[in-house]
T-cell receptor, first 115, second 115 residues
Framework: GAVVSQHPSWVICKSGTSVKIECRSL??????MFWYRQFPKQSLMLMAT?????????EQGVEKDKFLINHASLTLSTLTVTSAHPEDSSFYIC???????????FGQGTRLTVV | AQKVTQAQTEISVVEKEDVTLDCVYE???????LFWYKQPPSGELVFLIR??????QNEISGRYSWNFQKSTSSFNFTITASQVVDSAVYFC????????????FGKGTKLTVNP
């Protein structure tokens, strides 16, 4: 299968700072990347869809100015949580569909803790 | 709108018992795809199966089996002779149209297999 590499696996940051999460497609070109968020003991909810070379599409209720998504190349999409607060503490995970495959491939996920 | 319901929040069984995880979905699409993912404590999502709406054949893969019934909009997952390593959160998910589009997840069922 295809590989999506997500970094960092976990991060602890202070309230008010920004955190960048990267998702790289290692052996394929990802024109689309989906970003999900999972609060503790909750389901995964789609936050936004990033498309290479264009603006991301955000789901209802997700603040686009707070969660900045950049998909500047076919192998890298980034999610930046700006001015993070404790309520942003969550598990963030990306996925990318791959042409010819029946399922999207997920990154390993990033556990963000804001203190 | 699409919706996935996993009514069982947590299930606890003793090793070697069989266990069935329920999944009921709602969609107005005639073409859709259903998935099951396993999420161990480490957080990554492990793809288990994909089924499209035109294929109602049940599937068996080792100790795992899936029962897809369009008449009841259900896609249940059975683990036979459960093992401790099966302990994880299991998610059922629905893809509105494409096989690799964004997913709508259920809330997940936490399975604990005790020795």
């Amino acid at each position: 299968g295809a590989v999506v590499s997500q970094h960092p696996s976990w991060v602890i940051c202070k309230s008010g700072t920004s955190v960048k999460i990267e998702c790289r497609s290692l052996d394929f070109q990802a024109t689309t990347m989906f970003w999900y968020r999972q609060f503790p003991k909750q389901s995964l909810m789609l936050m936004a869809t990033s498309n290479e070379g264009s603006k991301a599409t955000y789901e209802q209720g997700v603040e686009k100015d707070k969660f900045l998504i950049n998909h500047a190349s076919l192998t890298l999409s980034t999610l930046t949580v700006t001015s993070a607060h404790p309520e942003d503490s969550s598990f963030y995970i990306c996925s990318a569909p791959v042409a010819g495959w029946t399922e999207a491939f997920f990154g390993q996920g990033t556990r963000l803790t804001v203190v | 709108a699409q919706k996935v319901t996993q009514a069982q929040t947590e299930i606890s069984v003793v090793e070697k018992e069989d266990v069935t995880l329920d999944c009921v979905y709602e969609t107005r699409d005639t073409t859709y795809y259903l998935f099951w993912y396993k999420q161990p404590p480490s957080g990554e999502l492990v793809f288990l199966i994909r089924r499209n709406s035109f294929d109602e054949q049940n599937e068996i893969s080792g100790r795992y089996s899936w029962n897809f019934q369009k008449s009841t909009s259900s896609f249940n997952f059975t683990i036979t002779a459960s093992q401790v390593v099966d302990s994880a959160v299991y998610f059922c998910a629905l893809s509105p149209q494409g096989g690799s589009e964004k997913l709508v997840f259920g809330k997940g069922t936490k399975l604990t297999v005790n020795p």
